[in-house]
């Protein structure tokens, strides 16, 4: 008679499968992927997530709860607007160049190359970082109402401006990760902490 099957901890499966599909993107991971990932069987995996996609969508949320989350916590941390882009723009070097995790930003990374068959998932990953980036206008255009900045700003190009400088960071930072000199305390600096010592420069007008 078979034994039952070990028990596995779903939370630390999705944060498994969360890296696997951040390193490899959507189409790029398979179910045989995941299944030595995750050290499952598929038939368990489709039992507890549904099915690849809802595994992947239910792994991009839990992201941006998280380590994808921190423009939203740059807003709520910051009462001003500058300190908050300042914030936002430092957090995602850090984020970006983690040592520890995968590379980029994982919304970014895994709607590279998506094939006809799921352009259903390509225009959910478009819809997060639309979503995203009107979040970020809001709270400029909160700013002007509020008389922080100034009344002729145009908040709606501006929050384009910065949801663009981090698209493409993201696209032109691919495998930018350097060991640099120890600082104080003998840690490394990843290049891109390199590239943008101290506050990273602003647009004249949030200066």
């Known amino acids: 008679m078979a034994g039952r099957p070990r028990e596995f901890d779903r939370e630390q499966a999705l944060l498994q499968a969360r890296d696997l599909f951040w390193r490899q993107g959507f189409e790029g991971t398979s179910m045989s992927d995941l ?6 069987a598929s038939a368990r995996i489709y039992k507890a997530f549904g099915s690849k996609e809802l595994l992947f969508r239910e792994a991009i949320t839990h992201y941006e709860a998280h380590e ?4 939203e916590r740059a807003f709520e941390e910051q009462a001003s607007v500058r ?10 070097v850090a984020l970006y160049s983690h040592g520890e995790l995968p590379q980029g930003c994982m919304v970014v990374s895994s709607a590279t190359s998506v094939s006809e068959d799921n ?6 990953l478009m819809e997060h970082r639309q979503q995203r980036t009107q979040g970020i206008i809001a709270k400029l255009q909160d700013a002007v109402q509020a008389g922080e900045l100034p009344a002729n700003t145009d908040a709606e190009s501006l929050g384009d401006y910065f ?3 981090l698209h493409g960071f993201v696209r032109s930072g691919s495998g930018w990760r350097e060991p640099c000199p ?3 305390g003998g840690e490394t600096r990843p290049y891109y902490a390199r590239s943008f010592p101290g506050v990273i420069t602003l647009p004249t007008l949030l200066m």
Do not use: P, Y
């Open 35 to 40: 299944v030595a990932e995750l050290g499952i």
């Open 68 to 71: 994808g989350g921190f423009a």
């Open 83 to 92: 300190e908050a882009i300042k914030q936002m723009l430092n957090d995602a």
């Open 119 to 124: 352009q259903g998932v390509m225009r959910w």
């Open 163 to 165: 949801a663009a400088f």
């Open 182 to 184: 120890a600082g104080k």
